[in-house]
């Protein structure tokens, strides 16, 4: 079995879950998440625990049982609790503010780079314009989000500026050998 995949969901109170065929929706104090999941894969509800069993014990069945668990999960804890990436600002002059809904990021170029947030995603400036949280219910589009945003602005190795995500480690180079 994989342990990933035998382990029981438990519902927190307040999440529904509806599943019709392939399709299961769940919705909750944040809001309501729908995937359609493999045809293969049988997910039971009983009790207010979810369950995912396999067909067979072949390499796909595996890790499909694997994926569909927490795909499932991600989609219990997302409309429960909600998920959040959190991006620091490195570099003199960089920073990022709100305009409306909008991110708006100053990170070195000519212009400003802007940032319309899709559905169910809502953006946060902290800590003196260096902090940008992102926030939503689906996990996959946080990190999608999170990602684009990085990379208007990589952190470079050599000082370090750009956009990181929270508690990355940037490996430094030491630069011209000849400057002392």
Do not use: C, W
């Amino acid at each position: 079995m994989s342990r990933i995949g035998k382990a029981p969901i438990q519902l927190p109170k307040g999440v529904n879950v509806d599943i019709q065929g392939t399709a299961v929706t769940v919705t909750g104090p944040k809001g309501k998440l729908e995937q359609k999941l493999h045809s293969e894969m049988t997910i039971s509800l009983d009790d207010s625990v979810l369950s995912v069993t396999r067909p067979s014990d072949s390499r796909q069945h595996r890790a499909l049982h694997g994926l569909t668990r927490a795909l499932l999960n991600n989609m219990v804890v997302g409309v429960s609790e909600g998920f959040s990436k959190v991006l620091e600002i490195e570099g003199v002059g960089y920073r990022a503010e709100m305009q409306g809904e909008n991110l708006i990021l100053n990170v070195g170029y000519s212009h400003p780079v802007k940032f319309d947030p899709p559905a169910d995603i809502k953006f946060a400036v902290e800590d003196r314009n260096k902090t940008v949280i992102v926030s939503g219910i689906d996990k996959q589009v946080v990190g999608e989000i999170a990602a684009q945003i990085r990379k208007t602005r990589p952190p470079e190795p050599y000082k370090g500026k750009g956009v990181r995500y929270r508690g990355e480690h940037v490996r430094r180079k030491a630069g011209k050998a000849g400057k002392v």
